[in-house]
């Protein structure tokens, strides 16, 4: 009897039939061809295990091992869109974690649409009409194998502000030529106002640009969050060889940066607005970096077999501006185990580490709804370490699952 592991080929079983010709998942470049009579894309087989986003709204998500993969190795997700005739949409696939790669098949289109970096930087947009009243497959994936990480899928009724227009970086000849506020010390935080007269950088963006001590080898996270506006930060200086952006990296539509300072000197740090006009009070923040490997335990521990229960808040340690917590078990070389995360306060995002494993391991959705789920078998004996986080910034009750 063949029976198909979703985390050994991540094909569904409703491909079957032409992964035992392909030997493999479907080739992200051939499933147009492999449609039915009607044109159907194959793309429309991928599960969006109750993901579905409506026109106005914007969804979190995260590519990871646990996701399908095509035959390139790039990984996909599909979520679910019920598109009206008439309308006209606009979908953003943003990432500050990988060069982002969107698919859309649905009724009324003859092949797949595709899109790499329309969305300015190296995030996608595909602007469409609906022909026909029906059920859209919405499919976020990355350009290359080696990408993952979290994302954001936005669908709206007129395109929005593009992040950059090109991939790859800023003149950092324009951000060092505005005039400094002052300067911004670790673990001091400070408060600045965009006033709308300010000077401007990359297709209008409004900006204000603070110095910051750097130390060779030293790691630090740059937080810029505001309230009245959808924040995007910048940093150059000594050694390095393109200007650090970033759109919405600390949760919701805060942004951060982490940099390891490639040589000691003055940096240039740049608190934005992501679009042309906006303005209102912001702050910035430096702090030094913690680890995940790092992370106390707290007396947190997990046992197999059994169920364990925390909280998020905002007391916790943040990484990326999410808040983490770290548990502890024991396991044997050889040993296969499932640790699920779930939550009904937040989307869950779990991550494990521990010895022989070289590469951390991450999971969004795999136990379904916005419950994380990871399969793995024990390389090596020893204490493993699951961090509990959050897709986003938000926190709240989750219940871990070790069996």
């Keep these: 009897m063949l029976v198909l592991n979703r985390s050994l080929t991540r094909c569904t079983w409703a491909m079957l039939a032409l992964t035992l010709f392909l030997g493999g998942c479907i080739p992200v470049d051939l499933w147009e061809l ?54 006209t949409v606009s979908v953003d696939l943003i990432s ?4 982002a790669y969107l698919y859309i098949v649905g009724p009324g289109l003859g092949t797949p649409l ?20 029906g059920t859209f497959r919405v499919v976020a994936s990355a350009i290359s194998p080696d990408m993952a990480g979290p994302y954001r899928l936005r669908l709206s009724d007129s395109p ?11 003149d950092t000849s324009a951000l060092t030529a505005v005039p400094p506020q002052g300067s911004i010390e670790v673990g001091t935080p400070i408060s600045g106002t965009l006033t709308g007269e300010e000077r401007s950088i990359q297709d209008g963006r409004p900006i204000q640009v603070w110095e910051l001590q750097g130390t060779a080898g030293e790691t630090l996270v740059v937080s810029h969050r505001s309230d009245d506006f959808d924040a995007y930060l910048y940093l150059t200086g000594p050694g390095l060889a393109a200007a650090l952006t970033d759109d919405d990296s600390g949760g919701d539509l805060d942004s951060q940066i982490t940099v ?14 992501l679009s042309t006009g906006a303005s209102g009070a912001y702050s910035l923040t430096v702090t030094r970096a913690i680890q995940m490997s790092e992370l106390s335990f707290d007396g947190r521990s997990l046992r197999l077999g059994s169920s364990s229960y925390g909280t998020l808040s905002e007391l916790d340690p943040t990484i990326e501006g999410r808040p983490v917590q ?25 991550h494990l580490m521990g010895p022989g494993i070289t590469e951390r391991m991450t999971d969004d959705d795999s136990a379904g709804n916005l419950d994380s789920r990871i399969e793995f078998t024990l390389p090596e004996s020893g204490i493993y370490r699951v961090v509990a986080s959050s897709l986003g910034s938000d926190g709240g009750s989750y219940e871990i699952r070790v069996r």
Aim: negative net charge.
């Design 34 to 87: 492999l449609g039915d009579d009607e044109g159907v894309s194959v793309l429309t087989l991928l599960e969006t295990d109750g993901r579905e986003i409506r026109l106005g709204e914007e969804a979190l998500g995260a590519l990871s091992a646990s996701d399908y993969t095509s035959a390139s190795g790039t990984y996909l997700e599909a979520w679910s869109f019920e598109g009206q005739q008439g309308q």
């Design 96 to 99: 500050g974690d990988f060069d």
């Design 114 to 133: 595709s899109d790499d970096d329309s969305g300015g930087a190296c995030h996608a947009r595909i602007d469409f009409t609906v022909l026909e009243t």
């Design 160 to 170: 929005q502000a593009a992040a950059e227009t090109y991939c790859g970086g800023v």
């Design 260 to 273: 390891t300072f490639p040589e000691t000197g003055t940096y240039t740090v740049g608190a934005a607005a």
């Design 326 to 350: 770290a548990w502890a078990f024991r396991g044997d070389a050889g040993q296969g185990v499932t640790i699920d995360m779930l939550s009904q306060d937040f989307d869950s995002y779990l």
